[in-house]
């Protein structure tokens, strides 16, 4: 991997790295034994983080760890006490396309595991159609209880799944997958919290002008503004806020 300095929030590194060096990296993990899981943090995992000690535990061993969200990549570029700044933003729905192309191509099986019942359905029914060499391997929806988790972990092994995407949104997704995420067979995993709905055609994602400039989130709040304002608009301001506390743990630890 690149030799960037890479940041730490929480504790926990996120990897300097592009969108294709990630999916580069990712790669070379279909051809090694054993499971491997990747996180993303954005501004909201973070702020669930701080107080959710699970989810920090989870983000923290996590095999590799990236910026979903712009407002990360400007937290490490504002605050150079935090490690390293990072060149690029990482969003998990990327690193899934990326991710589907290889498998496609390579003859890798891949897991579908969230959203209702509808959705996942549709979600397989739609990369079928654009990638008619995709195996997917099987499909199942995120609303099981926490005791038949670790049924649904051996479904996903029964089904001798190589990558295994998550869509239960945080931290369940997160949590779920440092539990049982290798008792799924799989070599790759990831949470993609609600790429699904998109790939289903439930919901848009913003253009591509507006990711770029870290408008995903006013995208978002105009066409769900009942459900989303209090998460972005308020959630806007505590990451701010996190932000300063934060830099204040952090200076407190160079002049300790």
């Not at 579908?112 to 996942?120: N, P, R, Y």
Request: hydrophobic share 50%; glycine share 8%; net charge positive.
């Amino acid at each position: 991997m690149t030799t960037r300095p890479s940041p730490a929030l929480l504790g926990v590194p996120i990897a300097n790295l592009t969108l294709d060096e990630a999916v580069a990296h990712l790669t070379t993990w279909l051809d090694r034994p054993g499971f491997h899981r990747m996180a993303v943090v954005n501004a909201a995992i973070i702020l669930i983080a701080e107080r959710n000690a699970e989810l920090r535990a989870a983000l923290a061993t996590a095999d590799l760890v990236t910026a979903d969200g712009m407002s990360v990549v400007w937290a490490t570029r504002w605050l150079p006490c935090l490690g390293g700044k990072l060149v690029a933003r990482v969003a998990a729905p990327d690193v899934m396309e990326g991710i589907l192309t290889q498998c496609a191509q390579g003859g890798q099986r891949v897991y579908l595991l969230g959203a209702t019942a509808e959705v996942v359905s549709q979600v397989r029914a739609c990369l079928q159609r654009r990638f008619p060499n995709l195996v997917v391997a099987g499909a199942h929806d995120g609303y099981f209880t926490d005791e038949e988790a670790a049924a649904v972990a051996a479904a996903v092994r029964q089904a001798r799944a190589d990558v295994l995407f998550v869509a239960m949104g945080s931290p369940r997704q997160e949590v779920w997958l440092a539990r049982h995420g290798p008792q799924t067979g799989t070599r790759l995993a990831l949470g993609v919290g609600g790429y699904f709905d998109i790939l289903a055609g439930r919901r848009r994602r913003a253009p591509r002008w507006m990711q770029a400039c870290g408008l995903e989130w006013a995208f978002r709040l105009i066409q769900e503004p009942r459900r989303l304002w209090r998460r972005y608009l308020l959630g806007n301001i505590a990451f701010l806020l996190f932000l300063v506390r934060e830099w204040r743990r952090v200076q407190g630890r160079i002049t300790a």
